[in-house]
């Protein structure tokens, strides 16, 4: 199975901030990574598909990018919509398998 | 829209087994597969397997074979997840999703597994 390390596991910002999360894959994903937002009590609304593909209703402050094993997803200009947990999942291989999580929090 | 609607909450005794729902509305049922996955505040977010709601296919993460059974009723545009021999780590929320990578997911089901 192909590892996904997640980091950071929280993040605390201000809003206005950017942010940066990172995932590293333990062997090359090809680009096929996404990226979630989830909301407490709800379900993961994906934001972006390979690597940088925003997703139709994906507000523009957010981005990714990478290949090869490494991937980061920024959010510029954070507000308080985007305080969530984000997690990245790699999708080149069965079985899928998501990063561990990043917790944003407002500072 | 799509929608991905799932069944209730479940209360389960250890050793016995749920059967899980998600109905599929909005879409050509079996154009997409349904992809289920397992989210804990311990493990995060793991893929459990996928049913190809045509043709019944069936792919499994080897962690989740022997525990969860994946099966669909096109006529009903229904997709069903069974677990069976629960144990109290099969407590958990569990998802129903439109496979691709996953933009459509169920509302979720919490699994408690307690006596």
């Known amino acids: 199975d192909i590892q996904m390390t997640q980091s950071p596991p929280s993040l605390s910002a201000s809003l206005g901030d950017k942010v940066t999360i990172t995932c590293q894959a333990s062997?090359?994903?090809?680009?096929?990574i996404a990226w979630y937002q989830q909301k407490p009590g709800k379900a993961p609304r994906l934001l972006i598909r390979?690597?940088?593909t925003l997703e139709s209703g994906t507000p523009s402050r957010f981005s990714g990018s990478g290949s090869g094993r490494d991937y980061s997803f920024s959010i510029s200009n954070v507000e308080s919509e985007d305080i969530a947990s984000y997690y990245c999942l790699q999708y080149v291989n069965l079985p899928w398998t998501f990063g561990g999580g990043t917790k944003l929090e407002l500072k | 829209q799509v929608q991905l609607q799932q069944s209730g909450a479940e209360l389960a005794k250890p050793g016995s087994s749920v059967k899980i729902s998600c109905k599929a509305s909005?879409?050509?049922?079996?154009?997409?597969?349904i992809s289920w996955i397992k989210q804990t505040t311990g493990q995060g977010l793991e893929y459990i397997g996928y049913i190809n709601t045509g043709s019944g296919g069936t792919n499994y993460n080897e962690k989740f074979k022997g525990k969860a059974t994946l099966t669909v009723d096109k006529s009903s545009s229904t997709a069903f997840m069974q677990l069976s021999s629960l144990t109290p780590d099969d407590s958990a929320v569990y998802y129903c999703?439109?496979?691709?990578?996953?933009?459509?997911w169920g509302q979720g089901t919490l699994v408690t597994v307690s006596s």
């Open positions: 390979y690597t940088s």
């Open positions: 999703a439109r496979s691709g990578p996953p933009a459509y």
């Open positions: 909005g879409y050509t049922f079996t154009s997409y597969y």
């Open positions: 062997q090359n994903i090809n680009k096929y």
